[in-house]
């Protein structure tokens, strides 16, 4: 058993974000940064689907989505707290998500496929939202019951939410670190950089991919329904197929497959979104723009660069020093 | 009575079988662009059905400028396709250079991000404008069973348009040279065959396409801004059924997720048709991943 890592980026970014309220105290701007909390985490989860594992999930909104609507709906209908129906959403969505990854293994599909299928697969999603409207109350939203917060009586409902949200964000950054030096992580680097190898030496590639998938829904999943219930409110509308472009925006600015990318990546597009809120439908044209410019000539995302450029800064004061 | 009540159930049925073949008339129009421009570009073009938006807005804004309707939506077709022309050799230019999987897989972000650029220009400049024509008769009644004079003008146009792109891929030299180059991209280049060019043109082909789908539409029901993601899903959706690089395939699974489409309103009711196309379409891809109708171009 290898000792828990935890990485001093992630808890200097907790330090930073824990103490930010303290300056930023509207409203407003404490919804800013629990938005940059909860989108850290749901990038850290594609960073595991969609970069250690290279699976093209189009459907991280549909997998958070079913989460907090099956948590939300099952507390409505039962009269259950919310804490007892997360599991229930969570491990749906883990269901959905193994089984989409285990579908599309077995039958061979391409990475180009996979996103067809995952693409459709949110489509769908979002058209029985729509559809079941005694259950979902359709486009105009559904109201999530009122979630308890740990602390809420102490710092208020406001702040507690977005400590619980922050807290989930870190371990979820903790937890990606973590998975990359696994046996887990290593195979999958393995099956990445020649999968007939991989398989010939004895790892089990669908396998691990599946867990990949598996560990990026739940995560995507207990997210999804802490944002909804953050939300108060959650619709079609908020797990459609452009949170899915504002995560895997996110993802390549920061740069796949790194460890700090997801938090770079949230911090600088949420920013962005939200500086430009003014300008209405033209928002998502800024993100249209952006994922074109980004996916042309920024492949590898700010965090790599910074990494190189900090390498090659080290490497000459190396050669000066010798 | 009885017998009575079979003919009208009858009656009803053949009204929604044609229904279905109107509208999947326009549902192959949507996909051939999509499928021409997979076929050669190897671009899974997701702003396919902005390229529908853009015809209708153009057309709608010069017309209430007061241009002759026909002039308008001509030009606006003419717009689209060279638009789709000029995304070719701008943006895409440094995606062919990428090899196989890469390059499928960096096009499909780049035309998706294409979409979004061009969804919030048309929703942000042209809220609630949309794109209509008003057919002057309203229904028609053929042997005794009424149609909407709409839906059988759009599915004519539809047809024409289909027919007119076969006849370019099949009886002409340039559309030959197109076919070759779908089929085999070194063989045509050893032959002769630009290659490149061909690939402009057919995105072109695929612009001028979506023009005349927005056309079709617009006669049928209404094209607006806001609505390029779900025009898009069809063309997917008709595209990956009848597969992806075939054009023939993609012609009748059109006309057959039509009457589908037809067939399941008719009996479950509106919103349950897509989840059911939807689902075909995951089928599809999980047991014939080349498609229906694969084979052939």
Known sequence: MTRLYIPKPALLFLAIFAVLPLIFTNPYQIRILTLIAVYTSLVYAANIIIGESRQLFLCMSALAGISAYTSSILSLSYGLNPWLTLPAGIVFSVAVGALLSYVSIARGLGEVFVAIVTLTFTLIFENVVLGLRWLTMGETGLVTPVLWWPFQEIVGRRAASYYTILLLAFLVSVLYANLVRSRIGIALRAIRSDKVSAEVVGIDATKYNVIAASIGSGILALTGSFYGYFNGMISPGIFSPSMDIVIILMLLLGGLRTMYGPMIGAIAIIMVLESTRGFGQLTLTFLGVMLVVLILTFREGISSIAERAFARVADSLKKDLV | ?297
Request: hydrophobic share 60%.
């Open chain 2, 1 to 297: 009575m009885t017998a009575d009540l079979a003919s009208v159930a009858l009656s009803d049925l053949i009204e929604v079988l044609i229904d279905g073949i109107l509208f999947g008339l326009q549902l192959s129009l949507l996909a051939t662009g999509l499928v021409l421009i997979f076929g050669l570009g190897g671009i899974l073009n997701l702003a396919h059905g902005e390229f529908v938006i853009v015809t209708g807005v153009v057309s709608a804004v010069l017309i209430s400028a007061g241009w002759n309707p026909a002039l308008a939506i001509l030009a606006a077709i003419i717009f689209t396709a060279f638009i789709a022309f000029g995304l070719d050799r701008s943006i895409l230019r440094p995606v062919y250079k990428l090899e196989g999987e890469m390059e499928v897989l960096v096009g499909l972000f780049v035309t998706l991000g294409l979409a979004f650029t061009l969804e919030g220009v048309t929703s942000y400049l042209f809220p609630g404008l949309y794109f209509s024509v008003r057919v002057p008769v309203e229904t028609v009644n053929i042997l005794g069973l009424n149609f909407r004079a709409s839906a059988l003008v759009s599915g004519l146009i539809s047809l024409l348009s289909l027919v007119f792109l076969l006849f370019f891929l099949g009886k002409t030299m340039i559309g030959k040279a197109i076919r070759a180059a779908l089929q085999n991209q070194t063989g045509s280049k050893i032959c002769g065959i630009d290659v490149d060019r061909m690939r402009s043109l057919v995105f072109f082909l695929g612009g001028l396409m979506a023009g005349l789908a927005a056309l079709a539409r617009g006669i049928a029901s209404s094209v607006e801004p806001g609505s390029g993601l779900e025009l898009t899903s069809y063309a997917l959706i008709v595209g990956v059924v009848g597969g992806v690089r075939s054009v023939y395939g993609a012609m009748i699974a059109g006309i057959l997720l039509g009457i589908v489409n037809a067939l399941a309103g008719y009996l479950l009711g509106t919103y349950l048709t897509l989840v059911i196309l939807l689902a075909i379409v995951i089928t599809v891809i999980l047991y014939r991943p080349s498609g229906l109708f694969a084979g052939g171009v």
